[in-house]
């Protein structure tokens, strides 16, 4: 209900609006309304900003994108704080670092480590998986563990363009197609040929060589430690040995992997990578990378620790 100051003030704009001229009061709506296009310009404009923000994550992590059924393409999207790397490595036996490991904000676990039965030295949560394509086999002979029971795992896959192809050749993207309508909960991310790519010219500038060239694979732990640096603030690597270890005289001899305790001790597999002329993963030399980026970001290693 208008009170008197209301009326008296609404009788004033008509008397004004009465002695001004036809052209005067057509400029007065004029200006009313270019400042009323202008401020619905500035808010909409305003509520795009607002709108647009989750295409400011991280564009590092555009290089992973979801295994979709409709073909929609979705980038992997998360953040931590800290994350655990736990090695497959036989050095992570004895250590007892299982809760250490499961109290940490996401747990990164590398091809078909399983947990079961080693709790308390890897721990049993998996926050993210990153299978290589020569791991996805041995995961599907044993869906039921690392499928069925991890919904809440996100599962991150990498391989050549030959086996990862979209279009319908490639053998190991279609594996995971099939998946996806298995387990329709899995969270399936791929890394993308440019992510792969932009891991070689990592490579390259790091060592003065060209991966192709020399006959060298990534291993499952460079593109681990990638991924690793771009969605994590601090990280705790566990059970990886430094390049030096194997040369030292008093070295421990750990098997290559915890739950392979009767297959090639981890230094000689090591070795065999790093010398072979063709196909082989260049173990020692990612482990002088490794530190090198451990003086850039926050990375620590333990059991064992790195002097650094």
Request: proline fraction near 3%; aromatic fraction near 12%.
């Amino acid at each position: 209900m208008c009170t008197e100051e209301c009326r008296a003030a609404a009788f004033r704009h008509k008397l004004l609006l009465l002695h001004m001229r036809p052209k005067q009061i057509l400029r007065l709506w004029f200006s009313m309304f270019t400042l009323t296009l202008l401020l619905l310009f500035w808010f909409g404009v305003s509520i795009t900003r607002d709108s647009s923000s989750p295409a400011t994550q991280n564009s590092s992590l555009r290089g992973y994108s979801r295994v979709s059924l409709q073909r929609q393409t979705k980038f992997l999207d998360v953040h931590y704080s800290h994350c655990a790397v736990v090695s497959s490595s036989g050095q992570m036996l004895g250590t007892g670092a299982g809760d250490e490991i499961d109290r940490t904000g996401c747990v990164i676990r590398m091809n078909n480590a399983p947990t079961r039965g080693y709790e308390k030295d890897v721990g049993n949560r998996t926050t993210i998986r990153v299978v290589s394509h020569t791991s996805v086999p041995l995961l599907v002979e044993n869906q039921r563990y690392y499928f069925k029971q991890s919904t809440d795992t996100i599962y991150v896959f990498w391989g050549p363009k030959r086996n990862m192809r979209q279009d319908g050749g490639g053998i190991i993207f279609n594996v995971l197609l099939k998946l996806a309508v298995k387990y329709p909960k899995l969270n399936m991310y791929v890394m993308t040929q440019d992510k792969i790519e932009y891991c070689d010219k990592v490579f390259q500038n790091e060592t003065g060589k060209n991966r192709m060239k020399t006959g060298a694979f990534l291993s499952t732990g460079f593109f681990t430690m990638i991924l690793a640096m771009d969605m994590c603030d601090r990280i705790s690597v566990y059970g990886m040995i430094d390049d030096s270890y194997c040369s030292r005289a008093n070295h421990s001899d750990a098997p290559y992997h915890y739950y392979e305790q009767k297959g090639f001790s981890e230094c000689r597999m090591y070795t065999y990578h790093e010398f072979t002329q063709r196909g082989g993963h260049r173990f020692i030399t990612e482990k002088a990378i490794y530190a090198k980026w451990a003086t850039q970001h926050n990375i620590q290693f333990k059991h064992p620790a790195w002097k650094l």
